[in-house]
Each structure stands twice: as structure tokens, then as C-alpha cells.
């Protein structure tokens, strides 16, 4: 899990994964689709453009146990602290609950030879 912590990572390179998932709002909100997507397109957009040392999310859905969440990269561990905060605020706000976020260290040596940052 987390063990270095403090060091950023090189022009855009992630350091941290933040892991965060979530039990899924009850109706009406709308299950994982075109539907879901079209509410959440906004939100991926200021999520893109507005989140400091954000590199990349990857969004994450079961509808089958009624979960979502995402895989955050982060150049820092300060940024997604940041971050989780204020989505575990964001999500709650909105119904969900079980909200459960971890934070990892990226081992970037082994990372780069199976292609998960250059």
C-alpha cells in the first residue's frame, strides 16, 4: 500500500493510485449507460480540466453489485488527498454510501516494464 509518500513524480508521471468505489445512489439514478454516462459527462470534464496533479481516471461500474468508483493517477500523494476528500463529499452528497478510497504508491521501475508508465 502507501510507503514513500512525499515524492512528485516526474512531469506528469503518477506516483499514486487512488482507489475509491462507492455503493451506488438508489433510483433515480439512472444504472450504468448511455444515461448514466450523459449525467456524468460534465463531471468528467471538470474532473479532466480541474483537478490538480490528476494524470488519468479510469471509471469503474458493477451494476450487478450496484458499485462504482474509479482508478485515479496522481503525480502526488498531497493532490490525492486533496481529491479524495472532496469526491467523498461529492458522493455522499449524491446519495452514495460505503465510500471507500485507498491510496497506493506506484512502483515505477516494475510499472515500466509491463507498460504502465513510461
Same mark, same amino acid.
Do not use: C
Given at each position: *500500500?502507501?510507503?514513500?509518500?512525499?515524492?512528485?513524480?516526474?512531469?506528469? &508521471?503518477?506516483?499514486?493510485?487512488?482507489? *475509491?468505489?462507492?455503493? +451506488?445512489? @438508489? @433510483?433515480?439514478? @439512472?444504472?450504468?449507460?448511455?444515461?448514466?454516462?450523459? /449525467?456524468?459527462?460534465?463531471?468528467?470534464?471538470?474532473?479532466?480540466?480541474?483537478? @490538480?496533479?490528476?494524470?488519468?481516471?479510469?471509471?469503474?461500474?458493477?451494476?450487478? !453489485?450496484? &458499485?462504482?468508483?474509479?482508478?485515479?493517477?496522481?503525480?502526488?500523494?498531497?493532490?490525492? /488527498? +486533496?481529491?479524495?476528500? *472532496?469526491?467523498?463529499?461529492?458522493? !455522499?452528497?449524491?446519495?452514495? +454510501?460505503?465510500?471507500?478510497? $485507498? /491510496?497506493?504508491?506506484?512502483?515505477?521501475?516494475?510499472?515500466?516494464?509491463? &507498460?504502465? $508508465?513510461?
Amino acid at each position: *500500500m502507501s510507503g514513500s509518500g512525499g515524492v512528485a513524480g516526474k512531469a506528469g &508521471r503518477p506516483i499514486i493510485i487512488l482507489q *475509491m468505489d462507492f455503493a +451506488t445512489a @438508489p @433510483p433515480p439514478y @439512472p444504472p450504468p449507460g448511455a444515461a448514466r454516462n450523459a /449525467l456524468l459527462r460534465e463531471l468528467a470534464h471538470s474532473i479532466a480540466d480541474d483537478t @490538480p496533479g490528476l494524470v488519468w481516471k479510469i471509471w469503474t461500474e458493477d451494476a450487478a !453489485a450496484d &458499485r462504482a468508483g474509479g482508478l485515479y493517477a496522481f503525480t502526488n500523494r498531497a493532490d490525492a /488527498l +486533496t481529491y479524495q476528500a *472532496m469526491h467523498t463529499a461529492r458522493v !455522499a452528497a449524491r446519495g452514495a +454510501t460505503d465510500i471507500r478510497a $485507498v /491510496l497506493w504508491d506506484v512502483n515505477a521501475e516494475l510499472s515500466a516494464i509491463t &507498460r504502465g $508508465v513510461s
